[in-house]
């Protein structure tokens, strides 16, 4: 029902800056709580941020806290995740996801998905 599209992912220097944006149809976008996730080769999937429909609500894994951003523009159907700071261990394949109504962090609640975008930190 929803289709998810990530672009803006790429090779970027330790320290440089990068903006992902996730573009959805086939769904009422504000009716859905958004969130990325990232996986490195050989690791588990793991919770980056979310936020909630109405952007009144955001988290953030300690991980990213203070380097990254998430935000989301409902008439135009897009997430973004503003990544500055970046380290080379943020390099993994990112992914957006959205679930029905309410945020959560939890990976296994959201229902649909994207095909994920490379980001790679240079050292």
């Known amino acids: 029902q929803v289709q998810l599209v990530e672009s803006g992912g790429g090779l970027v220097q330790a320290g440089g800056s990068l903006r992902l944006s996730c573009a959805a149809s086939g769904g009422t976008f504000s009716n859905y709580a958004m969130g990325w996730f990232r996986q490195a080769p050989g690791k588990e999937r793991e919770f980056v941020t979310a936020i909630s429909r109405s952007a009144g609500s955001t988290y953030y894994a300690d991980s990213v806290k203070g380097r990254f951003t998430i935000s989301r523009d409902n008439a135009k159907n897009t997430v973004y995740l503003q990544m500055n700071s970046l380290k080379p261990e943020d390099t993994a394949v990112y992914y957006c996801?959205?679930?029905?109504?309410?945020?959560?962090?939890?990976?296994?609640?959201?229902?649909?998905w994207g095909q994920g975008t490379q980001v790679t930190v240079s050292s």
């Open positions: 996801a959205a679930r029905p109504y309410w945020v959560v962090a939890d990976k296994y609640e959201y229902n649909y």
